[in-house]
């Protein structure tokens, strides 16, 4: 079964600060990537996803993600952070499995809080 | 159009007692998903669905029980509340492709449940 990892719990960052969350899984084949963010009192929203080709993403409100297989990593950042940018940010993985098998579940990590500040 | 609405939007439940989450799709996805969201623990999956009239347990499905009698609906359902199930509860929704996806899961605005 794959796990995924968030190494930073919590972040703080002033405005205008570059970011970069790290978040790596542990899962040997073929792997889909997610990151999606939680703003403060609402549901989860899909930032970029990375299902096969270039390995950088790019995704939406100028974040993007690297994937780099030989270190089973999808690291996600941003030059350059806004006030807007706090909320908490997870990493989600998805080892397909075929319809039977488990079909479309993912697998998140235990996410980000980020606090920007101004 | 709505996407994933769930309901109620927050609860409060006394111990031992029957409670289902309400969660319906306006998509035509053909999976479904609960997941149960807890500080410091992420987002684990309870149960879900690929198609209607399949289910199947996720991380972490003892004490909840799921039906899938249509493309739209997926109610989840604590037989007995226990304290420990109070937590933010999600459910979400996704396409999948016969070859079993990829496709990004979209996500409801949850429910809140408080068990005493």
């Known amino acids: 079964a794959q796990s995924v990892s968030q190494h930073n719990h919590h972040v703080i960052l002033s405005e205008a600060a570059s970011l970069e969350l790290g978040c790596n899984y542990s899962y040997g084949g073929t792997v889909n990537l997610f990151w999606y963010v939680q703003y403060p009192g609402q549901h989860l929203q899909l930032l970029l996803k990375y299902f096969s080709g270039d390995p950088l993403v790019k995704g939406i409100k100028g974040f993007e993600a690297e994937f780099i297989k030989s270190k089973f990593s999808f690291n996600l950042r941003k030059p350059s952070v806004q006030w807007s940018d706090t909320a908490e940010y997870f990493c989600?993985?998805?080892?397909?499995?075929?319809?039977?098998?488990?079909?479309?579940?993912?697998?998140f990590g235990t996410g980000t809080q980020l606090k920007v500040e101004l | 159009i709505a996407g994933i609405t769930q309901a109620p939007t927050s609860q409060i439940l006394a111990a031992g007692r029957r409670m289902t989450l309400r969660c319906t799709q306006d998509m035509r996805h053909n999976a479904m998903y609960w997941y149960r969201q807890d500080l410091g623990l992420g987002l684990r999956l309870i149960h879900y669905?690929?198609?209607?009239?399949?289910?199947g347990k996720g991380e972490v499905p003892d004490g909840y029980s799921v039906s899938r009698a249509n493309t739209d609906d997926f109610p989840l359902t604590l037989a007995s509340a226990v304290p420990s199930q109070t937590s933010v509860y999600f459910c979400?929704?996704?396409?999948?492709?016969?070859?079993?996806?990829?496709?990004?899961?979209?996500f409801g605005p949850g429910t809140r449940l408080t068990v005493t």
């Open positions: 979400a929704s996704s396409c999948v492709g016969l070859a079993g996806g990829p496709y990004e899961q979209y």
């Open positions: 989600a993985v998805n080892a397909s499995e075929g319809l039977t098998g488990g079909g479309n579940k993912l697998t």
């Open positions: 669905s690929n198609t209607a009239g399949t289910t």
